[in-house]
């Protein structure tokens, strides 16, 4: 079946220019999760999901950084004035239940890289 | 301190090794551990849960010691395809937000 889907890929923006990365979860995931990854590093929460209510933003670094689920399944991230701090891996992932002991599946990534 | 550790490695081993990486954490309130495996420029897949009673899939074997404060993964005899960066996370107690460590990278070679 379809896994986590993100989009797009590759995204190369200009420092200040506003930037929008989908995830589209596995059909029926409740829990949706954003985080960043830079290089060497392991993924960092930005921020969760429950179904539409955004439970946790504790994550997202700055007020520059909004992310919403309005139906409860695609859910958006948007940078506003993006910084070259920016460029990272942005990796949305999903997992059935809402509980803590559910695996997370992941999607690609987009690859965020600000000039 | 880091709520969760790694020796980012790198681990050389030679095909056909058996190697053991650790990965401690700090909250002693942590309830959920997971081995998760991310190749170069790919997303991070499930590798395996850990649980309080260890657990075995195949050549992988996840062991949880709550009084050290640290969960293992060991991989017996070592394929070249096992190259890849393990990470490990953990959730801790009434949190859904699991905690990435940075993860161990392993190199197989033949």
């Not at chain 1, 504790?58 to 007020?63: A, K, N, V």
């Not at chain 2, 081995?35 to 790919?42: F, H, I, L, S, V």
Request: include cysteine; charged fraction near 20%.
């Amino acid at each position: 079946g379809a896994g986590v889907s993100q989009s797009p890929r590759y995204k190369v923006a200009k420092r200040g220019q506003d930037v929008a990365l989908r995830c589209d979860p596995i059909s029926g995931h409740v829990s949706l999760f954003w985080y960043q990854q830079a290089l060497g590093q392991g993924p960092e929460f930005l921020t969760y999901f429950q179904n539409e209510a955004q439970l946790d933003k504790s994550g997202l670094p700055s007020d520059r950084f909004f992310a919403e689920r309005p139906e409860g399944s695609v859910s958006t991230l948007k940078i506003q004035r993006t910084q070259q701090e920016d460029s990272a891996v942005y990796l949305c992932a999903s997992s059935e239940g809402a509980g803590r002991n559910q695996p997370q599946h992941f999607g690609d990534g987009t690859r965020l890289s600000i000039l | 301190r880091k709520e969760v550790e790694q020796d980012p490695g790198p681990f050389n081993v030679p095909e056909g090794a058996t190697v053991a990486f650790n990965c401690t954490y700090s909250n002693s309130a942590s309830q959920s551990f997971f081995w998760y495996r991310q190749d170069c420029r790919k997303e991070p897949k499930l590798l395996m849960s850990v649980y309080s009673s260890g657990n075995e899939d195949g050549r992988f074997t996840a062991q949880l010691n709550r009084a050290s404060q640290y969960i293992s993964l060991l991989i017996r005899d070592s394929k070249l395809s096992d190259s890849a960066t393990y990470l490990c996370v953990v959730s801790s107690g009434g949190s859904y937000i699991p905690t990435f460590g940075r993860g161990t990278s392993l190199i197989v070679h033949p």
